[in-house]
């Protein structure tokens, strides 16, 4: 069975300064996804980033940026120039191909500093 | 925003009763999926299905049943509510299984 851990249950940062969110995982297979789903106070699920495992480039999307590492078994996320509206409990998650069944690591809840 | 819609949104309840939460989905997806989410664990799934009338269990299924009759619509059922199973509980869905899945709002159930 796939595990994800993320170490960090707390994390703050500085209005406008990047941040990194950290997650490891533990999986025999070759073929998976990777995903960050962010849930602010509103409790909605928010899917941020996506990411193949079969892709080398990590993925983009605006201010957030992944750093996959395969070898090492990480998916870091970085969020840059941190906005108040970036307050929430970040979830990363992984996927094994051909498996439907997601697996959520414990959370990390991040806080913004004005 | 994926059309999704969980009922009710909050509910209380006593230990012993049942109880159904429904999520209906209007984007015609085939993967529907049941979590529940507490303090420490992350999200949990519990059932999900790949089709009408086709569903399997997820990691957390004791005590929980479900059943999806029509393609929108997927229900999970406590026959007998315990304390244990207060929690929150999403619907999730996806095209297919290797997709992103996109959350419900979530249900608040608490059972006293």
């Known amino acids: 069975a796939q595990t994800v851990t993320q170490s960090q249950p707390e994390m703050s940062v500085q209005e406008a300064e990047t941040v990194t969110l950290s997650c490891t995982y533990d999986?025999?297979?070759?073929?998976?996804?990777l995903f960050w789903y962010k849930q602010p106070p509103s409790r909605q699920m928010i899917l941020v980033i996506r990411?193949?495992?079969?892709?080398?480039q990590n993925a983009t999307e605006n201010r957030f940026s992944v750093n996959f590492q395969k070898a090492a078994k990480s998916f870091s996320l970085k969020i840059s120039d941190s906005q108040l509206g970036d307050a929430a409990m970040y979830f990363c998650?992984?996927?094994?191909?051909?498996?439907?069944?997601?697996?959520f690591g414990t959370g990390t809840r991040l806080t913004i500093i004005p | 925003d994926a059309g999704i819609t969980q009922s009710p949104r909050h509910k209380v309840t006593e230990t012993g009763t049942p109880v159904t939460l429904r999520c209906h989905q209007t984007?015609?997806?085939?993967?529907m999926y049941w979590y529940r989410q507490d303090p420490g664990h992350g999200l949990r799934l519990i059932h999900y299905?790949?089709?009408?009338?086709?569903?399997d269990k997820g990691e957390v299924s004791d005590g929980y049943s479900v059943s999806r009759s029509k393609t929108e619509d997927f229900l999970l059922t406590l026959e007998s509510a315990t304390s244990s199973q207060t929690s929150v509980y999403f619907c999730?869905?996806?095209?297919?299984?290797?997709?992103?899945?996109?959350f419900g709002d979530g249900t608040r159930l608490s059972i006293l």
């Open positions: 999986t025999s297979e070759s073929d998976y996804y």
């Open positions: 999730a869905i996806s095209g297919q299984g290797n997709q992103p899945q996109h």
């Open positions: 299905s790949y089709g009408v009338k086709d569903t």
């Open positions: 984007e015609n997806h085939r993967y």
């Open positions: 990411q193949e495992a079969y892709k080398q």
């Open positions: 998650a992984f996927l094994n191909f051909g498996n439907e069944k997601l697996t």
